[in-house]
């Protein structure tokens, strides 16, 4: 009887400890180390993402503050602006009303991003986009095109892809049916388009 006193009891106390012990953990387990845990460089979802170090799996373009007004200025004096829009423009006193600025993109792979910037009405009816390039200087109009309720974005490969409502022979005026995806490449020079698609 002594023998088993001196033997299994203090297993069976070392058992009963270490099941005490973790019952006063913190609630999260067993904390496992090796292999499966990350290492540290790794960046958590909010570095992947953009708040910290960018990964280069989900590298963006860095957002801009062009000013407005100065586009404003900007798109008035080129004498290519069409007459629909230097109305619009001429008349827009409060900036907010009749531009606003899309998403931010570097299709000209310049490495110094442009901004989106449309077009509107007092209704916010989109007529047309502007592609500007944030430049010392002051914003630089590069390209426009007058399209009519877009969306604008960068492709994976850098192009321009420009999405708008079209309307059939019998859609109200309220709703068109049908829809045009373009896409528009920098060939150094200029902007071309590469692809229409209606569907």
Same mark, same amino acid.
């Given at each position: 009887?002594?023998?088993w006193?001196r033997?299994v009891?203090?297993?069976?106390?070392?058992?009963?400890?270490t099941i005490?012990l973790?019952?006063c953990g913190?609630?999260?387990?067993?904390r496992?180390?090796?292999?499966?845990?990350?290492?540290?460089?790794?960046?958590?979802?909010?570095v992947a993402?953009?708040t910290?170090?960018?990964s280069p799996k989900?590298?963006r373009?860095p957002?801009?503050?062009?000013?407005l007004?100065?586009v404003r200025?900007?798109?008035l004096a080129?004498?290519?602006?069409?007459?629909?829009?230097?109305?619009v423009?001429?008349?827009?006193?409060?900036?907010?009303?009749c531009?606003?600025?899309?998403?931010?993109?570097d299709?000209?792979?310049?490495?110094?991003p442009?901004?989106?910037?449309?077009i509107h009405?007092? +209704?916010k009816?989109?007529? =047309? %986009?502007?592609?500007?390039?944030?430049? !010392?200087? &002051?914003p @630089?109009?590069?390209?426009?095109?007058d399209v009519?309720q877009?969306?604008?974005?960068?492709?994976?490969?850098?192009?321009?892809v420009? +999405?708008s409502k079209?309307f =059939? %022979?019998?859609d109200?005026?309220?709703? !068109?049916? &049908?829809r @045009?995806?373009?896409?528009?490449?920098?060939?150094?020079r200029?902007m071309?388009?590469?692809?229409?698609?209606d569907?």
């Amino acid at each position: 009887m002594s023998l088993w006193r001196r033997t299994v009891l203090p297993v069976v106390a070392a058992v009963v400890a270490t099941i005490t012990l973790a019952a006063c953990g913190n609630g999260g387990g067993l904390r496992v180390e090796g292999p499966e845990s990350p290492p540290p460089t790794t960046p958590t979802p909010s570095v992947a993402f953009g708040t910290g170090t960018p990964s280069p799996k989900a590298e963006r373009t860095p957002e801009v503050a062009v000013d407005l007004y100065k586009v404003r200025s900007r798109l008035l004096a080129d004498k290519r602006l069409s007459s629909y829009s230097r109305t619009v423009l001429v008349n827009c006193t409060v900036i907010s009303r009749c531009l606003s600025r899309g998403k931010t993109v570097d299709v000209l792979h310049s490495g110094t991003p442009q901004q989106i910037v449309l077009i509107h009405t007092l +209704e916010k009816f989109v007529f =047309g %986009i502007f592609l500007i390039a944030v430049e !010392p200087t &002051g914003p @630089r109009p590069i390209w426009n095109l007058d399209v009519e309720q877009p969306t604008v974005n960068a492709s994976p490969q850098g192009d321009l892809v420009v +999405e708008s409502k079209i309307f =059939g %022979i019998n859609d109200p005026v309220c709703c !068109p049916s &049908g829809r @045009r995806v373009e896409v528009y490449r920098w060939n150094g020079r200029q902007m071309i388009k590469v692809s229409s698609t209606d569907q």
